[in-house]
């Protein structure tokens, strides 16, 4: 069984945070007129011997991508918009489509890969990338 897990840029301070993911919509009055919007949320729980403890942040909803279950060949942790690399020479971004993760624009399943690319970033940081 893989490891379902996300990742997101925190909106307080831009960095990245990596764990559960949720989402719900929270009901503001704004000049009186009530505003609906979407909140995202990654954290972690974590146990330290004796209590259970979560930490969520609150997360831009465009930036969160599913960890994909594979590394690449330098052990890295692989997911949805990361930029990888091949032969120094193909670049290529992980997205989900047809139930399965897939590498555009070669359109090759990435699972066919032994993962043996390299992240070189993502379509958040590095959009020159694309």
Partial sequence: ???????????????????????????DII???EKNRLVCYIGLQSFDGKNWWN?????????VGQYTGRKDGNGAEVYEGD???????????VVWSYSSWWLTP???????YACGGE???????????A
């Fill in 55 to 63: 930490e969520y942040f609150e997360v831009d909803h465009q930036t």
């Fill in 1 to 27: 069984m893989r490891e379902i897990k996300f990742r997101g840029k925190r909106i307080d301070n831009g960095e990245w945070v990596y764990g559960d993911y949720y989402k719900k919509h929270v009901y």
């Fill in 106 to 112: 070669i359109e090759d399943r990435l699972d066919d």
């Fill in 31 to 33: 000049d009186g007129v």
């Fill in 83 to 93: 930029f990888l690399l091949f032969d120094d020479e193909e670049t290529d971004t």
């Fill in 119 to 129: 992240i070189i970033g993502n379509i958040h940081d590095n959009p020159e990338l």
